[in-house]
């Protein structure tokens, strides 16, 4: 593990969240997501992406979701932030069923001061983040170009070696606040 990153997260450092929704109201379940991780005391949803619709990917037979990204800050480490949004998840309905499957809520944490971690609950940086359109494009909304983690590099080259972004549409501006 890199040393400067796990001092890093004893303090405040900011998270890099997926959301999707495929089933139900998908732009409340969405709105309604933020809100719950929000009044969380130890986490504060400091910028959101854009909303996009995008085409399943994986297991093809399921409706469209809406897909988004948010930045938390927060101090707590990663496997605590990850419970949270597990229980978000709950909250808002996931059942946990069809691997890759359609669902109310679905919560993936990204990307957390490039920390890496590999335990069974929890892999940092995401393993498939960098090989899909629905979660690069809203990332590349909410990455500065000064991030100090890498971050922004990565979404560059993982974007730039897919080429022409495909099966995904603007929906609407960020849900939040
Ligand atoms: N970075 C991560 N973010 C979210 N869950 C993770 C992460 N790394 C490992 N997991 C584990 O993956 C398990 C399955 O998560 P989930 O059901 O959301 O997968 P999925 O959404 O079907 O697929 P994918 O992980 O490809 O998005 C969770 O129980 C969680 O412990
Ligand atoms: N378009 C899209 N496809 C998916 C999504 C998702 O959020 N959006 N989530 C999945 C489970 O990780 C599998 N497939």
Do not use: C, K
């Not at 593990?1 to 969240?17: D, K, L, V």
């Not at 988004?68 to 998840?89: C, D, F, K, W, Y």
Request: net charge negative; glycine share 6%.
């Amino acid at each position: 593990m890199n040393e400067h990153a796990r001092t890093s997260t004893s303090e405040q450092s900011e998270a890099y969240i997926a959301l999707g929704a495929n089933l139900g109201r998908r732009e409340e379940t969405l709105r309604e997501a933020l809100r719950l991780l929000n009044e969380q005391p130890e986490i504060e949803v400091l910028r959101v992406s854009d909303v996009y619709e995008t085409d399943p990917v994986g297991y093809a037979d399921q409706p469209p979701f809406l897909n988004m990204a948010a930045v938390v800050g927060t101090s707590m480490p990663p496997h605590r932030l990850l419970e949270i949004m597990q229980t978000v998840e709950d909250r808002l309905g996931r059942v946990r069923d069809i691997r890759f499957g359609p669902r109310t809520a679905d919560l993936d944490l990204l990307w957390m001061n490039g920390l890496a971690v590999e335990t069974t609950e929890l892999t940092l940086p995401h393993p498939r983040m960098h090989e899909r359109f629905f979660v690069l494009v809203p990332l590349d909304d909410v990455v500065p170009p000064e991030e100090p983690s890498g971050l922004r590099a990565l979404v560059d080259r993982s974007l730039a070696e897919l080429g022409p972004a495909a099966g995904i549409a603007r929906f609407s501006g960020p849900l939040f606040p």
